[in-house]
């Protein structure tokens, strides 16, 4: 493992005022999305979808990565480009994800448990070669009636250190995402503490599988109340929460820390990322970023609607919110960059 390389990797994705993009859906999870929109479900739409995105005019002013699927690292331009080559010119470092998805937890009813540690040696080399320099793997945590359980939130963290040391082994960061959900009517308060306590167990293993965790990201949920809690905070409410939390359990060596949007709307995403900024950027150990899927591609995916036609229309409307969440990175973001 060469330590400098990824300290420099992990110290450059979260450089200046850039984020990272997730375009690492599924399969299943891509379809879903162009299913609700008529769009067909085929590999061509998700390739010509991915090229959309990876073909954007300006992306890598506001992009340090992008985090891949397996189908879309192997893929290319109608032009035969491989994307990862594309990406590369616009100064952007390829990503992918590794684990291969949540799956019910035996003896747990309502939680989940991601897979994906079996020959994750092998596929991590092979990503390497292929020119990947940074990995993402998802655990799902839901909060509910007697959930999240000690021996979900425990199987989680550990499987998510043995990816991170895997990972590092490879020359390749890792990103760390234990993603508490924002389902249910739950408060911004038992988010919180869900989100304390999940981030503590996950820094522990972290350390008891010898992560070095200058040479990795966090990919944390905002500290949210749940979607149906009948009380919604202000913005600087979950600024305040969510750097509070962080805090506590994220160790400064950690070089950043970059949300996923979790279903927020484009706007709230960037509204409360730069919120965090206003207030604390120049207290805190840690850049404060973005690695957003939704929260990005949304409004682009809608306008698209798989027509080659709306490409342009499309490119705009994501470079544009890439452009809001590099704002929000400065802490200069505002609601009238919404309405040019
Ligand atoms: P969202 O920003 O849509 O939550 O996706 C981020 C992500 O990569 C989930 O793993």
Redesign the pocket.
Known sequence: MNQQKLIDTARMLVAGDKGLL?M?ESNPTCNKRFAALGIPQTEEARRAWRELIVTTPGLGECISGA?LYDETIRQQKKDGTPFVKVITKSGIISGI?VDSGAKDMAGHPGEKITEGLDGLRDRLAEYFQMGARFA?W?AVIAIGDGIPSRGCIEANAQALARYAALCQEAGIVPVV?P?VLMDGGHTLEQCRKVTEKVLHTVFSHLYTQRVMLEGMLL?PNMVLPGLSCPKQETVDEVADATVRCLKRAVPAAVPGIAF????QSGELASARLNAMNVRFKSRLPWALAF?????VQQPALEIWQGKEANVSAAQQALVHRARCNRAARRGEYNAAMERT
């Open positions: 997730a690492d985090i994800k993402k998802r995402e993603e990919k996923l949007s979790g279903g690695s957003f899927a939704r929260a």
